[in-house]
T-cell receptor, first 118, second 114 residues
């Protein structure tokens, strides 16, 4: 079974440029997460989807960040325009079900997309 | 606000030494508790989890963790570490309220010296 697939693995851009990251979760996983991980820190949630609905986007900086999961499967995270402080690893994860069910909140992570903004 | 605290940010041990990594969370309701591990060059992956029942849970590679509700703690232990345990370890509680958010601690870098 394929795991969570993310692309690109690495991206170097100049500030003020746009960038997009793509994630394909594990087949059948309804819940999809985007996390941001800065060096020396733990992952911080940006947005969580249940199917195609964004159920928690309270930590997403909406002035420059956007995300979509149009058909409830793969997802795209976009930054426009990028700033120097956006340099980080962007992690995608998925899980099979919601609270109370077997496997709930057990996250499977992708390899991450490392962004460097110059 | 819900939060998680990992007490040891960088731990260096010799092989065969015992390991205990502290984790405390701040939430009085129902929680699911997880430890994730990231080996050098690899993805974050699940090490072990607690949902309910026996508060002592066992995970992969000989790791275990004990849930102590009265102390809001979920400490990770291993009796004898190996060089291959060198990795970063993250405690991650998931809270039943609100958006059922999985919150990660800052992480503990473990370095095992042969």
């Amino acid at each position: 079974e394929a795991g969570v697939v993310q692309s690109p693995r690495y991206k170097i851009i100049e500030k003020k440029q746009p960038v997009a990251f793509w994630c394909n979760p594990i087949s059948g996983h309804n819940t999809l997460y985007w996390y941001l991980q800065n060096l020396g820190q733990g992952p911080e949630l940006l947005i969580r989807y249940e199917n195609e609905e964004a159920v928690d986007d309270s930590q997403l900086p909406k002035d420059r960040f956007s995300a979509e999961r149009l058909k409830g499967v793969d997802s795209t995270l976009k930054i426009q325009p990028a700033e120097l402080g956006d340099s980080a690893v962007y992690l995608c994860a998925s899980s099979p079900s919601r609270w109370g069910a077997s496997g709930a909140n057990v996250l499977t992570f992708g390899a991450g997309s490392r962004l460097t903004v110059l | 606000a819900q939060s998680v605290s990992q007490h040891n940010h960088h731990v260096i041990l010799s092989e065969a030494a015992s390991l205990e990594l502290g984790c405390n969370y701040s939430y009085g309701g129902t929680v699911n508790l997880f430890w994730y591990v990231q080996y050098p060059g690899q993805h974050l992956q699940l090490l072990l989890k607690y949902f309910s029942g026996d508060p002592l849970v066992k995970g992969i590679k000989g790791f275990e963790a004990e849930f102590i509700k009265s102390k809001f703690s979920f400490n990770l232990r291993k009796p004898s570490v190996q060089w291959s345990d060198t990795a970063e370890y993250f405690c991650a509680p998931s809270y039943s309220g609100g958006y059922q958010k999985v919150t990660f601690g800052i992480g503990t870098k473990l370095q095992v010296i042969p």
